[in-house]
């Protein structure tokens, strides 16, 4: 095998072309297998194998720089740089990150894991070599939908005025996760039919020099535009167009699913006969949207690019028709966007994978809050996890429940969650986010009647003494296993409490607290500083009731089990009752 020859970067340059196209193959086939094997980024990496070995080949790595947008394509690049193993031994399969990271190796510059980002990082690199009086290349690699970014429009904003080298490689696959959305991609595709010689070009209207590659995913002509561009003293674009999953027949021909599979998914023996899949939140979701759809020409769907975390397959897409809007990878302006839809009389319903609201801060601020648009803001994935660090989606309450005017609600069961859609969607008072349960649905079979235009009104779903517990969405069950807890280790009759809301405190049912209960707990499945408990331990501050917050430190995790995370965090209802003894029970453990 090549590969065998292959140790870092260096070893590349030592190939001859037929080597290197055989080494292709033989990345293909480890991407493929291990992808399968844990699940992963499946074909943007099949894509850009051969465009990542010319890269090596001509550029003098890690001298030279290369960064990576969003590290959807930097497994061969991981391959080719001391990392192999990762790949070759299925017990190393998880020793790596899917994304880049500079602590595994120095070919990686940044932790990168969220889209839009590079050509502003390498526009930050170049900059500073320049003020540094050194001299090197500075490569961004971008692709899958990331130039729909605002970012990566401001980047090549400023990176087109630099007057030194920086080489952009645009990746045109043709698509983003799903099908490309706006204008931007209308002229890529103008210029992949001009073969890079139409007139009307984007890149060249910025400043940038420009070089067009047809077949990005041949390694001569890759080889050959490398190094063409290679020490450039001008800000230089170059397109490449590449044939995303290449390699893999299902990957070509179904390019929107195997962006990112699941494990397992090539072991799937296909079946004509359509698979009728047990009832979710996502199901429901999608049901009550398209519900809306049919009976109000006003409802709007507005997703950012990410059309697979919501359930918005292809077919999906179709029956909403113009009532869908993708904005591409660019939820500020989706943020923006549905604000200006409720201010003229629209329904929008905005669909946001946790993660990704960390973009929206100023527009939900300014856009959305400051102007208390009536939208609909659904947040999908809300909740502590065993994610990498740069997909984590534990910061959303802080983030979201900060800020005036906009109401945060995080329902525990499938009727509240059909009331509280049914509350947001026909309300025209705040902008209403709620976030989706991450647990298995929980259905109680009784229709949910709560005023929830009452906002911070909590729900007593069981009176006690001593203890009271609240239990946010998606640690609800877990609040009614430590009441039981309670009830049987320490004879406390703990209050249960769902409290709904996020963004506020019920301030009535918080003082009445104070009358029989020594200790208030909170849970909530998120982080702490800044989060739902520190609202209820400040309320009662100044009090004789003790307080226990139990939640998600202030930190970046990196693929620590979940149950580990849990264990850290004391959410379990063994640790929560220790830390309740051993807290006041002297006093009330009688």
Known sequence: MILDKIYDSKDVKKLSIEE?????????????????????????????????IALHYVFDLPNDKVIYDVSHQCYPHKILTRRKEGFTDPDKYLKYTGYTAPEESEYDLFKIGHTSTSVSLATGVAKARNLNGENYNVIALIGDGSLSGGEALEGLDNAATLNSNIIIVVNDNEMSIAENHGG?????????????NSECNFFKSLGFEYLYVENGNNIQ???????????????????????KGKGLAQAEADKETFHYIMPGLLD???????????????????????NKIKTDKKAIVINAGTPGVFGFDSEYRKELGEQYTDVGIAEEHAVAYASALAKNGAKPIFTVMSSFIQRTYDQLSQDLGLN???????VYWGGI?????THLCTFDIPLISNIPNLVYMSPTNKEEYLAMLEYAYNQNEHPIAIRIPMTELISTGIPDNTDYSQINKYKTISKGEKVAILGLGNFFNLACEVKDELLKKLNINATLINPIYTTGIDEDLLEELKQNHELVITLEDGMLDGGFGEKISRFYGNSNVKTLNFGSKKEFTDRIPLDELYKRYHLTKELIIEDIRNTICEKICK
């Open 20 to 52: 290197m196209n055989s080494l292709a193959s033989e990345m293909r086939e480890l991407i493929i297998k291990k992808v399968n094997a844990i699940g992963g980024h499946m074909a943007p990496n099949l894509g850009i194998v051969e465009a990542t």
């Open 385 to 389: 996890s065993a994610a990498d660090a």
């Open 372 to 378: 208390n648009s009536p939208i609909t803001m659904l």
């Open 268 to 290: 799937e023996k296909p079946d004509n006969a359509k698979i009728q899949l047990p009832e979710d939140y996502t199901s429901i979701t999608r049901e009550f949207i398209k």
């Open 221 to 243: 002509d890759m080889i050959s535009a490398f190094e063409k561009v290679k020490d450039t003293k001008k800000p230089t674009i170059l397109h490449i167009h590449t044939l």
């Open 184 to 196: 931007l991609y209308g002229n890529l595709k103008t210029l992949r039919e001009t073969k890079g």
